[in-house]
């Protein structure tokens, strides 16, 4: 089956790097995601990786895949107030329909 | 704007009532998700359409679910004998299937549904 487990809280100073681990289950996932969760706002994909990459950099953001461990993680450079909210990670599977797997969710916190 | 719109934002109902749901995804979208995300949880997939047809379906989806889109354009999730358990937020998400290329789900604001 699939899961998709990420920690629960996450609280860094502003300036600092967050780091945002997940774990995956299922071998076939695709691709995996990074989305942003704003209070009432929509979903937002900050960035994704293929299954075939190890690493991928946008910015301030840097996206690490260890397949052998299926773990994912995703750094955020100089972190500020306005990356406070809640990060999921997700997985699909291409050609099954593409239907994405969240995990529970990391709220980070980031302190002035 | 261009985004998905979902309507109603807020609904509150009683227990037992029927509610209904609309999605309007990105023009020309062929690809569109419903997804359930209860509070403190990450989204659920619940069901998605290709064009007008439903290629899938959660367990998730009980028969007093039924979702339709009927031209391949908006779509509707609706929810028969609510029960409290269906308290969550219902999200909608299109995407532009062409090929074998990637193509990012977009996802509206959700529909916030409280069953009293």
């Known amino acids: 089956g699939e899961d998709v487990e990420q920690s629960l809280f996450l609280s860094v100073r502003e300036g600092d790097s967050s780091v945002i681990n997940c774990t995956y289950t299922?071998?076939?996932?695709?691709?995996l995601y990074w989305y942003k969760q704003e209070p009432g706002a929509g979903l937002q994909l900050l960035t994704y990786?293929?299954?075939n990459m190890d690493m991928k950099q946008d910015q301030r953001l840097t996206v690490l895949l260890n397949k052998k461990d299926k773990h994912l993680s995703l750094r955020i450079a100089d972190t500020q107030t306005g990356d406070s909210a809640i990060y999921f990670c997700a997985e699909s599977i291409w050609g099954a329909g593409n239907m994405l797997t969240f995990g529970g969710g990391t709220r980070l916190m980031v302190k002035p | 704007d261009t985004g998905v719109s979902q309507d109603p934002r807020h609904k509150i109902t009683k227990r037992g009532q029927n509610v209904t749901f609309r999605c309007d995804p990105i023009?020309?979208?062929?690809?569109l998700y419903w997804y359930r995300q209860t509070l403190g949880q990450g989204p659920e997939f619940l069901t998605y359409f290709q064009n007008e047809a439903q290629l899938e379906k959660s367990r998730l989806l009980s028969d007093r679910f039924s979702a339709e889109r009927p031209k391949g354009s908006f779509s509707t999730l609706e929810i028969q004998r609510t029960e409290q358990g269906d308290s969550a937020m219902y999200l909608c998400?299109?995407?532009?299937?062409?090929?074998?290329?990637?193509?990012?789900?977009?996802f509206g604001p959700g529909t916030r549904l409280t069953v009293l």
């Open positions: 990786i293929f299954s």
């Open positions: 023009s020309e979208h062929n690809r």
């Open positions: 998400a299109s995407s532009l299937r062409q090929g074998s290329s990637y193509n990012e789900q977009f």
């Open positions: 299922d071998s076939s996932s695709t691709y």
